[in-house]
């Protein structure tokens, strides 16, 4: 059974942990250590206060559920350690110098960085935006203020830019649009919206390209903890780390 390291035990983590469908939970770290402890009692793992220790202690894989600048802090020396690493708080590698240090990382010691699709969906088919002319791509993405760390009576349009600098305001909200520019290879455009009606995360997705024309959208229910974090998230990671050694990969 693959043993997991969660990096990062706060909401997402959480259901990973109470949802362990093929995985075990084999230890916990957290810059927080009272969220290490706590997933520690309902999981029986070890929480570590000393990420050395956390990394070098027995399991195959981290699954980072943290924050971008804890992928930024800690990505490369957990390939380093000749661990694999699932990665959520994607938004990291709109970094270009980050994202091309983990790639050569990841080569010379052999080791896999995987990126769930997180709270979309579409992402797989995407990625023909790699070898094909894709010429719109854009995500629109509303939630509600609370999410957002704001406070607004009307619905208004809080950013309308790259993917690259919309991350770089809202890293707790917009990793999406990164996983959107990786898996099709090519830039995204934003339209992040704070509506104090909505009661679910939206994420629209346009694609018009030589393939066609996509839409997309999806209706997220929030996480329990963290309204601004989609339950899809985690469910995501959950079956990532299921299909993780079936012989057989379906998706483009
Ligand atoms: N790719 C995607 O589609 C999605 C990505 N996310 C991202 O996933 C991450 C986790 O989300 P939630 O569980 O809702 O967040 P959360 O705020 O509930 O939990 C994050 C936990 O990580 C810990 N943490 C933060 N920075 C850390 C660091 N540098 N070192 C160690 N621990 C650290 C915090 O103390 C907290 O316990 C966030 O970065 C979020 O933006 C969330 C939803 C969708
Ligand atoms: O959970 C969501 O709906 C999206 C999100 O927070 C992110 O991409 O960072």
């Known amino acids: 059974m693959i043993r997991v390291g969660l990096l990062g035990c706060g909401n997402v983590a959480e259901v990973i942990a109470k949802d362990n469908i093929g995985f075990e939970i084999s230890a916990l770290y957290d810059m927080d250590i009272r969220h290490a402890k706590h997933l520690s009692e309902l999981t029986g793992a070890p929480a570590f206060e000393n990420f050395e220790e956390f990394l070098s202690s027995d399991f195959d894989i981290v699954v980072e559920a943290a924050s971008v600048s804890a992928v930024l802090t800690h990505a490369e020396s957990v390939l380093t350690s000749g661990k694999d690493m699932i990665i959520l708080s994607v938004g990291a590698f709109a970094d270009p110098e980050f994202s091309a240090n983990i790639k050569e990382t990841a080569n010379k010691f052999k080791r896999t960085v995987r990126i769930p699709?997180?709270?979309?969906?579409?992402?797989?088919?995407?990625?023909?935006?790699?070898?094909?002319?894709?010429?719109?791509?854009?995500?629109?993405?509303?939630?509600?203020?609370?999410?957002?760390?704001?406070?607004?009576?009307?619905?208004?349009?809080?950013?309308?830019?790259?993917?690259?600098?919309?991350?770089?305001?809202?890293?707790?909200?917009?990793?999406?649009?990164?996983?959107?520019?990786?898996?099709?290879?090519?830039?995204?455009?934003?339209?992040?919206?704070?509506?104090?009606?909505?009661?679910?995360?939206?994420?629209?997705?346009?694609?018009?390209?030589?393939?066609?024309?996509?839409?997309?959208?999806?209706?997220?229910?929030?996480?329990?903890?963290?309204?601004?974090?989609?339950?899809?998230?985690?469910l995501s990671v959950i079956t990532l780390l299921k299909n993780l050694e079936e012989p057989i990969k379906i998706g483009t």
């Open 117 to 234: 699709s997180g709270a979309i969906m579409g992402l797989d088919n995407l990625k023909i935006g790699q070898i094909s002319d894709m010429k719109r791509l854009l995500l629109r993405t509303t939630k509600n203020p609370r999410s957002l760390g704001i406070e607004t009576d009307e619905k208004i349009l809080l950013f309308s830019g790259r993917a690259d600098e919309c991350i770089k305001k809202y890293p707790k909200n917009i990793n999406v649009a990164v996983a959107l520019e990786i898996a099709s290879g090519h830039e995204v455009d934003v339209e992040l919206w704070a509506d104090p009606e909505a009661d679910r995360n939206t994420h629209e997705i346009f694609a018009e390209g030589e393939f066609g024309e996509f839409y997309l959208r999806i209706k997220n229910n929030p996480c329990p903890d963290n309204p601004a974090t989609s339950y899809l998230a985690a």
